[in-house]
């Protein structure tokens, strides 16, 4: 059974910063992408980044520059620093892993910037 498990979320003051964990289990993690989206109250999900199994990154405008992605593989965990905090990141963040035939998702963790 495959399940994602998204950490670190939390209450920060803009300018701030937050590492997020997405920790995997039940899938072989080094073979496949990690996604993150987030959603904010009353809008639909964004993408906001991914990382390739070869540790490709790529970003959505809103967070380039700010937002840095990574994995460790032996660890079976992928995690995405934010910095430079904005109000308008406040949203719940999820982990994503598209297997191919499978989308899978995690709880989510909320993040909140606000003074």
């Known amino acids: 059974q495959v399940q994602l498990v998204e950490s670190g979320g939390g209450l920060v003051q803009p300018g701030g910063s937050l590492t997020l964990s997405c920790a995997a289990s039940g899938i072989t993690f080094n073979l496949y992408g990690v996604n993150w989206y987030r959603q904010a109250p009353g809008k639909q999900r964004d993408f906001v980044a991914r990382i390739t199994s070869s540790s490709i990154p790529t970003f959505a405008e809103a967070v380039k520059g700010r937002f840095a992605i990574s994995r460790d593989n032996p660890k079976n965990t992928g995690f995405l620093q934010m910095n430079d905090l904005k109000p308008e990141d406040t949203a719940v963040y999820y982990c994503?892993?598209?297997?191919?035939?499978?989308?899978?998702w995690g709880q989510g963790t909320q993040v909140t910037v606000s003074a």
């Open positions: 994503n892993v598209y297997s191919g035939i499978t989308n899978y």
